[in-house]
């Protein structure tokens, strides 16, 4: 497919960092037909890494993306709650629908609740969500955080560097199955140091007493109840649409579901090399949406997907940025330091030769982290 064979008029669902990439590079490749975004969010797109970290205990840091140049006319407070692949055409909650020739999917994902709709819980994923949970915890309540993956450990840090009492409900060990068991015990480690209760034991649910009941039939309470415990992919608009295969929205290494249809970010899985999955990390749905705006104009000529997965978090007074696939198993080879709980730099060589390499407080560039993760390195 040439350019000149593109389509002329693409609509775009979803407003996140996923939907922004790929109108940027629509734009690059020289696409200069009509482009239209959609967000369910009446504002401006905003980088949600920054929700659960500086901007979450004293609204330091910035959340806002720079202003879009892509000239996209904007539909924003509205969410898609329909797909008709044979018409073309996506159908909005206000009533209204939208034509497309070309159709980028990249409405993402929701907080997954522990307790159902009605219950006390407070989640994360919005800013909103971000802003709502600041001013509770400006009044220093005790907190209860169920969830031990970065989002949830990044929630307790930031209750804790608020002056709140913490708990946090964890099924296993810390981010182990997101970092490996290294890393999961030096950030451990750094969250008991700053007086973090973990309590080991998986959540059964929230009682209206606004109590976190674990498995074995104890409880713990706290003034205020925070879950981080996964999201929800947003593909309900596409039930009726026949594009699901299994419940999962599958994209090939092209980020394709149809010739004119094309999906990045949170909301589809994709190829890895360790099966078809969803990668939910802000640079992976930066790198879908850059391969899937070129597939959509140019078909079997723009390159397959080959993710360099990225990720960053800060918690507990440490800084951590990975290049390459975690978790990491087994002991790291030291390129810097000699400590996980310092200034470091580790490498891991995994069982199929690729690498991945971590910074713990170190101010290492990313493009050098990146090569120090590649294979043979």
Known sequence: MKLTDAPRRILVIGNGIAGQT???????AGFDGDLTIVGDEPRAAYSRPALSKALLVDGGGSH?????THDAAEVLGVAAVGLDVESRRVSLDDGSDLPYDGLVIATGSRARRLGGDHSPELTLRTLDDALVLRERLAARPSVAVV??????????????????????????RPMLSHLGPCLSDAFTAAAVARGLTVVVCSAAGIDDARGVVLRDGSRVEADLLVSAVGDIPNTEWLATSGLMTGGRLEADSRGRIRPVIVAAGDVAAVPTR????????????????????????????????DLDPYFWTEQFGLNLKAAGHLPAAGEPDFLLGDSPHGPSVMRWTHDDGHGVAVAVNHRIPIPKLRRMASAGA
């Open 147 to 172: 969830g031990a993956g970065p989002l949830g450990m990044e929630i307790a840090s930031a209750a804790l560097s608020a002056g709140c009492p913490v708990t946090l409900v964890a099924a296993g």
């Open 274 to 305: 360790t099966g078809v999955r969803r990668i939910p990390l802000w640079s992976s749905a930066i790198e879908q949406a850059k391969v899937a705006a070129l597939a959509l104009l140019t078909g079997d000529e723009a390159p397959e997907l």
């Open 22 to 28: 790929a109108c940027d590079s629509l734009r690059a």
């Open 64 to 68: 806002e993306l720079a202003l879009p």
